[in-house]
């Protein structure tokens, strides 16, 4: 194996570690937000892997492009881990900060239950894992999974924020915890907006194509 190809090996097995660190992270986002203890130190631990294999994901991408001269697939290759670096320490970074948020929240409990947003969570932590495994297997099907869920998800929290909103008008006693959960509830719709933009890198990996994940409906659309 040349140092080229060493290189190239090294930077993708990185980038599936940061992947799984970022969904890990995520999931100790969900447990914030449906009242499950969450281990502190074990997330700042965490959030320092994450930011640390991010800076070196930059490095070995511009040792590639000083060293060597990639082809066209190694090329987009690196170009879109680079992207993926990106994408993937966003997630982990809005993940801090709905841990953070929900720490705000009144009476997280009633309100996480009244709005189903337990149902939102295991959605978000799906398109999470799917993410993953499409940067892993290159599964073209994963990649159209990932966009008609992130649209789901999309509907879904617009729809809970609406209820949210209502029932802050009705009720004063709710609006600092609404105003909260309402941010906690974008965060995630980001997150899921960053799935689809790894998805999207992955796909222009493949196929040196650009495709927008807002060209997909949802079944039974046209």
């Known amino acids: 194996m040349t140092h080229f190809e060493i290189e190239l090996t090294k930077l ?26 969450i281990e502190g130190k074990e997330v700042k631990k965490t959030e320092h892997k994450i930011d640390k294999l991010d800076v070196k994901i930059e490095e070995i991408c511009q040792n590639i492009f000083a060293l060597h001269q ?24 809005l993940s801090i900060s709905i841990i953070k948020k929900t720490k705000s929240i009144k009476d997280k409990h009633d309100l996480v239950a009244k709005f189903a947003i337990e149902d939102l969570t295991r959605e978000i932590v799906q398109v999470v894992v799917k993410t993953n495994a499409c940067f892993v297997t290159k599964d073209e099907s994963i990649i159209g999974e990932i966009f008609v869920l992130n649209k789901a998800i999309k509907y879904k929290i617009d729809d809970t ?53 807002e060209k997909f409906d949802l079944p039974g659309e046209e």
């Open 161 to 213: 924020v609406h209820q949210i909103i209502s029932e802050m008008k009705s009720n004063s006693k709710v609006v600092v915890s609404g105003t909260n959960l309402v941010m906690v509830l974008k965060h995630l719709e980001r997150i899921s907006e960053h799935c689809t933009n790894v998805a999207e890198s992955v796909y222009f990996m493949i196929h040196a194509k650009i495709i927008k994940h």
């Open 12 to 37: 993708r097995d990185i980038i599936t570690k940061i992947g799984v660190l970022a969904e890990t992270q995520v999931g100790e986002a969900v447990k914030a937000i449906l009242s499950e203890p």
């Open 70 to 93: 990639p082809v066209a697939s190694d090329l987009r290759f690196i170009m879109s881990a680079m992207q993926i670096s990106n994408e993937i320490e966003r997630i982990g970074d």
